[in-house]
């Protein structure tokens, strides 16, 4: 049996991404290793959202293809971001690679890769030379329907919570961005699949789902509101009232449509947990406009402070982009000011990288490292200093914990989270994972919160 290693990088989305493309795989008689040196087939899921994360995909590669010990039949192949992106210019950065599959062509990777892996061990028993020449593949193009492919979730015991991808593609153009070109136009998947894919998670043991999209909440968008209500919040009601199913989150919206019925949503879906991921990206409506986010940054405190006020105990995390082209001090503080006044349970900080092909590349003011570092700091600090402050609140108080499995750092341990998404270490036997259940909290070590079960 042929075995492949699939090695993610980037968002959840990727993630999902992967799961799907190693489903086909099982499906076709190969099997997952997570050890590459026994591998058939390395294929490596990249993210171009920041060059950073292109370097590593692109330096991971080199490595596995230039092994000394590799052996020649070796299928290896780039998909995801990256490969749209870069397209065939990567074969000429690494001549061993095998295949370069965009990112609405996952569904053809395993037709792909067994088919060069066929000839290749066919090739072999009578040729130990191995000229392979013309066998690469690169498949980059837009596909209809793609979106739809990605609803196959590896059978995995002992898993309580999954990713479900529902609309993919993202059409706002920040001048920042390059995922407008990397996964193309917003695309959603029917309403139906959706549910039909939750509830058969939620046979399968799990309690709980994350909805992917680019702009998740723009889900539907071309559909008419009935009542008032968004596809979106539609579909939000209709999960909600799957039995079984415990725990509902998605990541990541737009502030832009970004509705009251959305809002609203946070009343009355008692499955919707008190956690939102919320990009506000800058607290400078100067440094908006210039990224070509359409929202002030009042309209973004205002939808945090509706929200807290729909869900009291909402917990709200967000990224930010520092050392945009042309932001000056007091842009920067204008976005320290407004992380104070938000107080954010945590946030993702990014310095901004420059993109191939996108506006902001080419903007003047482009900053300095030393800037971009040294804001990135300052700001992780006040980040740091309000997340620890919340945790420490926490203490004493008694959440219900979804137990997820060993924790990674002490498997003797179990590691859970609350509806506010926030990790939590207890002590239990493996009975409890998968298992929604009271703990106290007793202790917080800044991020790392520790309880232990409640009685009853
Ligand atoms: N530079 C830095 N950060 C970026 N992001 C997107 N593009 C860039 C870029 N060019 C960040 C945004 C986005 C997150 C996923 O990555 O904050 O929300
Ligand atoms: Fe990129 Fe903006 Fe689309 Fe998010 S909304 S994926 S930051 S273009």
Redesign the pocket.
Known sequence: MPKVFIKTYG?QMNERDSEQVATMFIDGGYTMTDREHEADVILINTCS??EKAELKALGKMGLLTRRPEAKPHVVYGFMGCMAQSKGDELFRALPRLDLVIGTQKYHHIFRYVDDILRKRLERRMDDLSLSLAGSSVCDTDEETGSQNAIRDHLAQTGHSSAFVSIMQGCEMR?S????PSTRGAERSRPMQDIIDEVESLVRQGIKEVTLLGQIVNRYGKDEPAVDGKSAFVRLLEQLNGIDGLERIRFT?PHPIGFREDLVNAYRYLSKLCSHIHF?M?SGSDRILKLMRRPYKNEKYISLCESMREARPDLAITT???VGFPGETEEDYLETKRAVERIGFDNA?I??????KD?P?AAMDGQLPQSVKEARNQDLLATVNAIAIEKNAALVGTEQLILVEGPSKTNADRLSGRTPQNKPVIIEGGSELIGKIVPVRITESTGFTLYGEIAPC
């Open positions: 968002c959202v920041r920040c920042y961005c390059i995922v990541s990009p990206q990224d930010i982009i993702f990014f310095q901004y990288s420059p993109r996108t902001a």
